[in-house]
DNA sequence: CGCAGTGATGTTTACGTTAACGTCTGCTGC
DNA sequence: GCAGCAGACGTTAACGTAAACATCACTGCG
């Protein structure tokens, strides 16, 4: 964010600041160079306290050439202005107790160099960034990036910006160097969304005194958290599979490694336990319409088969174009439920019922639990904050085939 | 990022603040450490200013009991460790001049305390941040969260994080508005990701001298923009149909503020006219898979419809359906070319042929310029960076009915 | 006329870090 | 035994901002 016109200025004369060592003696960089000491090595052997006579005063600046102290700062602003920098602060900030034209010759100046407040400077004061750190693994699951993009949405209506770090494989030390470069990094506090349990299996800890919200896991007994609730949803898609007259539910899972998933695929088994049905193998997928697809093949031999919860919208698809390739009729014959109700799904052939998860309230209450704990200061309340999930029945389910 | 431990360092006694108060009078740390107060309580009565009598002081962070200064600076590590804080950035930072045994006492004194450094200091100090802000208007298209998540990869590889600035309406105010928050947040630079044309319209302009790069955006004349190369994309599809023997091939556009939408109609229309047929009115779409579908109902109508060229994957999405729907079968009766390749489209209904994207490029592309920027020190060097397409040809496309 | 009371503005200082420079210790070589 | 030197470590200042305190010019009143 530099700017890099030196001289815009120019016109108002001697107006430069002369790069910053304006203030005390000015000094030509020329004479300044040399040390000034040499001259009694002695004397002040010990200490000397304030004792700095003669030169000393101008070191620092010691930049060589161009470069460097380029930004305007209150300071310009406030010599620019003929006043003193706190009240260019004043004004900046909107106190009172600033006539108003000393506050127009304040702003004209701000104008006139172009001045930004200095927010390294403005944190260092305060103590706070005004920024969240989102830690995350991968975007580019739907569900992932509506949550960031509800989080940053709400974050901005508060006044706090957002920073993004990415963790590009899940391991224990990648989350964690990832959270010593937050602890570096300019942020209140942190929003975790793994999706894969690390921190639930507690083979990860998140450093102790951080504000710290996790999303999607099973960490609510040490940390703040926050999730859809995965097994709800999961149970009302096999009830309604049921209900219509299935006699069980077959399941294509998500990734093992993911929470999500694997809580999804728990609440299916044990819903199906409950009414008393058989309970088939599970497919496994990865998320992907490919990993879809392949379990769709699969099921489409299954001749028993005649119900499908699917652990997302994205297999789902796959799941569908398997059947629909292998002549296996939608909702004729096989009834498929997916979950997120990903706004594509609406027009899948068939458009599909499906669970809806409502990622922006996930990312709403992110926000608000993080911003409570800054705000009151207070340690993390441990706790899960489930997100309901509803149940949308479109096309793709039927009673089974008599 | 605050600790809550206030007084874990008890054991070096009085040791505690007083600050680098230091300067004025040597004085030993120990008594050095309450100077001043005490004295006159009441002068300060008036100030009138904030007027906050009784307990004013809690203002800002409201917080109420204790609060504020907590986090363990280096002078606190130093303390603990014995040494002067410089020697203890100097082991922080990882330089020469620190003997074995000191660096341990360090590290042990840090790791005691939690410390962590402070990066508003070092950016105020350094003035940098190590940090690019991102302005973009909506994660939920997959391209836009796909180019952020490269961007954030790949700063993250340079050492830098990325800050989001969401805009909910991409009006000139909130673009400016951002910007400004831009300018008094963190960053070293910005990129804007906005889809429409806004910028290159010359409604809005970035504030000069501000290290930017521009996704999706006709403004190379002015801003360093990086985009994929959409009219060749589309170029390159409406030849495949051409080729296929279609013809003519009709169209259904993104939104009409969207500056990609705009460029890829426009080429699409280029293309036919330069193959010397005729041009078919364009059904105008929303990016959305339910604005396709609206879209495929109408062309379904069309009896001279054999080819559509549909402006992304979702919408094709609708389209598939609609066809689908009046039961006018892909490729047999109707081509359908769709432009971003998202990972679900090899599982549409039949598989999509689609003009692929490479959205990671882009974000890398728009990472490595801005940090030459940054580096250099030099202005933007406005001109276009183009990211090539390629099409993917699969089974929703083939010869028209003869 | 002097003084308390304001309100506008200036001055000092601290926030945490680190570059630049100073000092001190211990050691080499003669 | 000491000059000379190198390496370890301490001290100071400065980055830009804003709270706290200080100062100054008035106003109104006894």
Redesign the interface.
């Known amino acids: ?5 030196p001289e815009r200025q120019a016109p108002t004369g001697g107006a430069r600041p002369g790069g910053g060592a304006q203030s005390e003696g000015d000094a030509h960089p020329a004479e300044k160079a040399r040390p000034a000491e040499g001259a009694r090595p002695a004397d002040h052997a010990r ?1 000397a ?2 004792e700095r006579p003669a030169g000393g005063a101008r070191r620092g600046s010691g930049v060589p050439g161009g ?3 380029q ?1 305007v700062s209150m300071a310009d602003v406030a010599r620019l202005a003929g006043v003193s920098s706190q009240t260019v602060s004043r004004v900046a900030n909107g ?3 600033v006539i108003g034209s000393t506050r127009e010759q304040v702003l004209a100046a701000m104008r006139e160099l ?1 001045y ?6 403005r ?2 004061r ?4 005004n ?1 969240i750190g989102v830690i995350l693994f ?3 699951t ?1 569900g992932n ?2 949550t ?2 509800a989080i ?2 709400h974050a ?1 209506a508060e006044g706090y ?6 963790i ?1 494989v899940p391991t224990q030390d990648n989350v964690l160097g990832a959270f ?11 929003i975790v969304i793994l999706e894969v349990h690390l921190l639930d299996a507690g083979t990860v800890t998140l ?5 710290a919200v996790v999303v999607d896991s099973d960490a609510g007994d040490r940390y703040s958290v926050v999730d859809t609730d995965q097994a709800e949803g999961a149970r009302s898609a096999v009830r309604h599979l049921l209900g219509l007259g299935h006699r069980t539910v077959w399941h294509v899972t998500g990734p093992e490694s993911s929470f999500a998933a694997q809580r999804r695929a728990q609440a299916w088994r044990l819903a199906l336990e409950e009414a008393g049905r058989p309970v088939p193998p599970p497919l496994h997928g990865d998320w ?3 990993s ?2 392949t379990a769709g093949l699969r099921l489409a031999e299954e001749p028993g088969c005649t119900a499908v919860f699917v652990a997302n919208d ?1 297999m789902a ?2 799941v ?2 398997a059947l ?2 292998r002549g296996r009729s939608v909702p004729g014959e096989v009834s498929v439920v997916g979950f997120d109700d990903i ?2 799904s ?4 068939p ?1 599909l019922t499906t669970v809806h998860q409502d990622f922006a309230e996930v990312g709403r209450r992110c926000v608000q639990l993080v911003l409570r704990q800054i ?3 207070g ?1 993390a309340p441990s706790g899960t904050d489930l997100v309901p999930t509803r149940l949308v029945v479109r096309a793709s389910t039927a009673p089974p085939p008599a």
Not at 126 to 129: E, H, L, R
Request: aromatic fraction near 4%.
């Open positions: 964010m530099d700017l890099d016109d200490q306290g304030g470069r460097r102290r930004r106190h009172p107790g172009g930004r407040p200095n927010s390294a400077a944190a260092l305060y103590g706070q960034f920024t991968n975007l580019s739907i990036s509506r960031v993009e940053a949405t901005a910006a957002i920073t993004l770090i990415p590009d010593t470069r937050m602890g570096e990094l300019a942020v209140d506090a942190v450093p102790p005194g951080v504000h992907s319409a490919g879809g697809y994205q698809l796959g569908l174009r629909h390739e706004p594509d609406a027009c899948f052939v458009p705000r009151e200061g340690t």
